[in-house]
């Protein structure tokens, strides 16, 4: 599983079941740490369908803190623009909302608003042929939760590589400066409601 972490908080979430499958198509998914109190959207299943086990569907399913469906959540799509879509009841299905897709490769990503695991580099093809729009789809499911633990302070900046090099020196304190920055907007954007 390809995965990004953001630096928000101590404690690693519980891996999500994940189909292997998923892996072999490119799919990306990045975890969202959230603050100590903070509600988000944790991705707890992955599935890739296969062009015979499905339709060519990005289908999201998402859970109460019980496992209970939720209605009314907005899901989001990303292809190059943002569709949005709420979850619905949906007695008969599997999932409470479906995007199509229509294109090959990686095109398509998958959250629930800001604060939630997100998953990309979705899109039509199969695993022998990821170029050509074979039928394939996706079931995610996200689940609610708040996390219980503290948030974690900026790591120490590391040492610089010994060097008699000046101008090495200076591009290496140019990369710590922005590797500080770096990690304090993306705490700054993770806190926005």
Avoid at 103 to 122: E, F, P, T
Avoid at 153 to 161: A, E
Wanted: charged letters at 20%.
């Amino acid at each position: 599983m390809t995965e990004t972490r953001l630096p928000y908080a101590t404690g690693t979430p519980p891996r999500p079941i994940w189909d292997e499958r998923l892996n072999a198509r490119g799919a990306k998914l990045t975890l969202y740490y959230p603050r100590a109190g903070e509600t988000s959207y944790r991705v707890v299943r992955g599935d890739w369908l296969s062009p015979d086990q499905g339709k060519p569907t990005i289908m999201v399913e998402v859970l109460d803190e019980q496992g209970k469906r939720m209605v009314g959540v907005p899901v989001r799509c990303f292809n190059g623009g943002v569709k949005v879509k709420l979850t619905e009841t949906k007695p008969n299905d599997r999932w409470a909302v479906d995007f199509p897709m229509f294109n090959v490769g990686c095109a398509y990503s998958v959250s629930i608003g800001s604060a939630s695991d997100s998953v990309g580099c979705l899109g039509l093809g199969s695993i022998a042929d990821p170029d050509h729009a074979h039928h394939s789809g996706y079931y995610f499911v996200f689940q609610r939760t708040t996390y219980a633990g503290s948030v974690d302070p900026l790591p120490p900046p590391p040492s610089p590589p010994p060097t008699a090099d000046p101008l090495l020196e200076a591009l290496y304190t140019m990369r710590q400066a922005a590797d500080v920055a770096l990690q304090i907007y993306i705490r700054q954007i993770g806190r926005q409601p």
